[in-house]
């Protein structure tokens, strides 16, 4: 089992940037693979990217490609997002989750989450 901390969400404008970190417990973590995944009010929670348990394979929501980076640590244990180019449709809880198996798109695949932390990207 893991358990998974997000931090590094604020306020920001249009166009800054924010680098997201999720720390996890537990010795294994070089063995999941994590996403990134976010929630707006009122809407369902989306997928937003993804790394595989060795950080050689990437993937990413169309909405971001190009703009964010996912990235991990397995040393420290830790998973990263750099965003850039924030628009103000970036705003909502980001979350990070983990799988024992390959990473994919659907939310509900992923039985271990964080608690999230909150991004808000003013125009």
């Known amino acids: 089992q893991v358990q998974l901390v997000e931090s590094g969400g604020g306020l920001v404008q249009a166009g800054d940037s924010l680098r997201l970190s999720c720390a996890a417990s537990?010795?294994?973590?070089?063995?999941?693979?994590l996403g990134w995944f976010r929630q707006a009010p009122g809407k369902e929670r989306e997928f937003v990217a993804a790394?595989?348990?060795?950080?050689?394979?990437?993937y990413y929501a169309d909405s971001v490609k190009g703009r964010f980076t996912i990235s991990r640590d397995n040393a420290n244990n830790t998973m990263f997002l750099q965003m850039n180019s924030l628009k103000p449709e970036d705003t909502a809880v980001y979350y990070c989750?983990?799988?024992?198996?390959?990473?994919?798109?659907?939310?509900?695949?992923?039985?271990?989450w964080g608690q999230g932390t909150q991004v808000t990207v003013s125009s």
């Open positions: 989750a983990a799988r024992t198996t390959y990473p994919n798109y659907d939310v509900y695949s992923y039985p271990y």
């Open positions: 537990g010795r294994t973590f070089s063995s999941y693979s």
């Open positions: 790394i595989t348990w060795n950080g050689h394979s990437t």
